[in-house]
């Protein structure tokens, strides 16, 4: 059985029918055949868009404010931030264009067709963290357009577990209508982003424009001294920061594949990603930036002391209903839509990854709903500190070991050769031992270790959980990439790459 290459590198399976009755093979996780590798550069510019626009990426911006940066240095950390993360997602994101592969099977190649579950639910598991957070946001967001329609008597409920049980009930309400959608497949989800992804920026915009008006326009906003100044104190916040903000999209920077694995050329999902991420993200940033800031000037720090971080709590501060529901709806829809395409696309790869023959795109929809309310993400995103520094600061440590052995595997050890038909059997070179792969998994446990070993603060011991490797904590992102690039690199380097094998070359095409 061969696989051709056409001549701008695109690689595609010339049949499948020898490996589809394979226990690690089904139609979800089945390299996309050439002629349905249709995206565009704009594609992959919307994609990002409807991915960045999101309350989330509101609330990153908007917490570096409540730590005490201002406009410059929040801004400034952001967009350096994510030009840095641009490079590890650019990297893996090339398997997916070349090959018609998504994720959990890119990584097979590396720690073995059974280890690549390892490196798939640990990505699959923050997905379901993110899917969390996303729900209970735009489940506060129905909350307060609830409390502006009916009145206090939503807002002022009972209290259950320290929330009003309303709350509660806006939770599971949004969290019924996304696992509704969800089970209606891939097409109502890609449906429904179509129309909906655009309005996150409609309704930041209203949010923005009227504190501003507010605020009596940019001056008294922009004024705003940093409260950390630019010393040690700034610097300190800095590091972590930095690192959250790359962490943010380091699952992306990993499962990247599961989209390119559409892309119509190497150029057009490259210039669209260039042309996506970073503008979509310093756009909310200055939209979160100035409407945080704007909210302080107008209304002074909430009940903890701090700025409001939250847009669906600040709203609520709104004396004119008419804004509040209007902005709010469409960040509600707006975050379904981002919630649908980055939490529930990829742990649904993921966990079929696991058990290809029994577990769907529905049922792996299901199962990231679920563990999403289980991780209770009410706790996550409840203080800036435990939002950066424990949540954002320990997994992007992690998923950087991975994506430190990815990048490591495909372009030094492998050169970005890889055969198909082997990613999908149990006889072929990425067997290994067993199915695993030692050297992938001893990269992955020591650059995490050394990336996140040291963790302290929030819910960590103040002098780390191992004292001598805390300040590696605040680098996690950055030494777990770099340890376990090393520490893979190092083992593998007597390894022989895989030479390919023949091909069939085909009209419009070029052997491998």
């Known amino acids: 059985m061969a696989q051709s290459t056409l001549s701008d590198g695109r690689v595609d399976l010339d049949d499948h029918a020898p490996i589809r009755d394979s226990r690690y093979y089904n139609d979800e996780l089945a390299p996309v055949p050439v002629e349905k590798r249709t995206w565009t550069t704009y594609n992959y510019f919307a994609l990002w868009m409807g991915m960045a626009h999101n309350i989330p990426s509101y609330t990153l911006a908007a917490s570096l404010i409540a730590l005490g940066m201002d406009w410059v240095q929040a801004l400034m950390t952001i967009v350096l931030g994510n030009l840095i993360v641009l490079v590890p997602l650019l990297l893996n994101s ?69 929330k009003p049980w309303t709350m509660w009930l806006s939770f599971l309400l949004f969290w019924v209508i996304q696992m509704a959608i969800i089970w209606r497949g891939m097409d109502a989800v890609r449906r429904f982003e179509n129309w909906t992804a655009p309005l996150v920026s409609v309704g930041f915009l209203i949010l923005m424009v009227y504190v501003l008006i507010q605020a009596g326009g940019l001056g008294p ?24 903000m790359i ?47 704007g909210g302080l000037v107008v209304y002074g720090p909430g009940e903890d002391g701090n700025p409001i971080w939250d847009p669906a709590l600040l709203a609520a501060e709104f004396s004119n209903p008419v804004v509040v529901v209007v902005a709010l709806i469409a960040l509600v829809l707006a975050t379904v839509s981002c919630n649908l395409a980055a939490n529930v696309v990829s742990p649904s790869y993921d966990f079929s990854n696991a ?4 577990i769907s795109f529905r049922v792996g929809g299901l199962i990231t709903g679920v563990v999403g309310v289980v991780i209770m993400p009410w706790n996550l995103i409840s203080d800036p500190n435990i939002y950066i520094f424990a949540w954002l600061g320990f997994y992007g440590g992690v998923l950087a070991a ?67 490797l805390q300040d590696f904590y605040d680098y996690s992102w950055l030494v777990g990439l770099v340890v376990s690039f090393a520490v893979y690199w190092a083992l593998s380097i007597t390894q022989q790459r895989p030479e390919s094998t023949p091909t069939r070359v085909q009209e419009g095409e070029v052997s491998v």
């Open 94 to 162: 090339h398997s997916g264009t070349k090959y018609g592969i998504p994720y959990p099977v890119f990584a097979r190649a590396f720690f073995g067709v059974r280890g690549a579950n390892l490196a798939a639910l640990l990505r699959a598991f923050v997905a379901c963290g993110w899917f969390g957070i996303q729900t209970w946001i735009g489940g506060v967001a129905l909350y307060v357009i609830m409390g502006k329609l009916v009145g206090s008597g939503w807002t002022d409920a009972a209290a259950i577990a320290g």
């Open 221 to 244: 906003i922009l004024d705003q001294p940093s409260r950390l100044g630019w010393g040690p104190e700034f610097w300190k916040v800095f590091a972590p920061s930095l690192m959250a």
């Open 247 to 293: 962490a943010f999209w380091a699952t992306l920077s990993l499962n990247m594949p599961d989209f390119t694995r559409f892309g119509g050329s190497q150029k057009k999902q490259v210039r669209g990603q260039i042309l996506g991420l970073p503008t979509t993200m310093t756009f909310i940033a200055i939209v979160a930036i100035l409407t945080t800031s």
């Open 355 to 358: 058990a290809p023959k029994k």
């Open 402 to 468: 991975v994506a430190g052995v990815l990048v490591a595997g495909y372009w030094f050890q492998y050169r970005t050769q890889l055969e198909l038909v082997d990613l999908y059997t149990d006889t072929g070179r990425y067997w290994f031992s067993a199915g695993w792969n030692w050297r992938a998994l001893v990269a992955t446990v020591v650059g995490a270790v050394v990336a996140v070993g040291g963790a302290y603060g929030g819910p960590f011991p103040a002098d780390g959980m191992i004292p001598f």
